[in-house]
Nanobody, 124 residues
Framework: QVQLVESGGGLVQAGGSLRLSCAAS??????????MAWFRQAPGKEREFVAA???????HHADSVKGRFTISRDNAKNTVALQMNSLKPEDTAVYFCAAKQGGTTTIASFYTDWGQGTQVTVSS
């Protein structure tokens, strides 16, 4: 099992930026075979795909964040990041980091490891 720890959430005004980070750790863990993703969940809503990145760095972003958010990874440091620009109040949610072996998918249930989440609040 992979332990994932998110950081970087907070309160920001609309139009602002935040950078989320996710550190993955497990004894002898190597990220090279894992795809990583970010999901988010707003109160009263289902968990929603945000972005994913394969171990060869192919990326996929949800239409709602395309052009504003960018996912990236550093395999040597076992980290994945989500740069969020031009934030909107509708981006307010708890953001989760997730991992799975193999290719990326937008389906949350296919990811086997999850972080505890970090709150992002965008004020209007």
């Amino acid at each position: 099992q992979v332990q994932l720890v998110e950081s970087g959430g907070g309160l920001v005004q609309a139009g602002g930026s935040l950078r989320l980070s996710c550190a993955a750790s497990r004894r002898t863990f190597s990220m090279y075979s894992y795809s990583m993703a970010w999901f988010r969940q707003a109160p009263g809503k289902e968990r929603e795909f945000v972005a994913a990145i394969a171990y060869m760095r192919q990326t996929h972003h949800a239409d709602s964040v395309k052009g504003r958010f960018t996912i990236s990874r550093d395999n040597a440091k076992n980290t994945v990041a989500l740069q969020m620009n031009s934030l909107k109040p509708e981006d307010t949610a708890v953001y989760f980091c997730a991992a799975k072996q193999g290719g990326t998918t937008t389906i949350a249930s296919f990811y086997t490891d999850w972080g505890q989440g970090t709150q992002v609040t965008v004020s209007s």
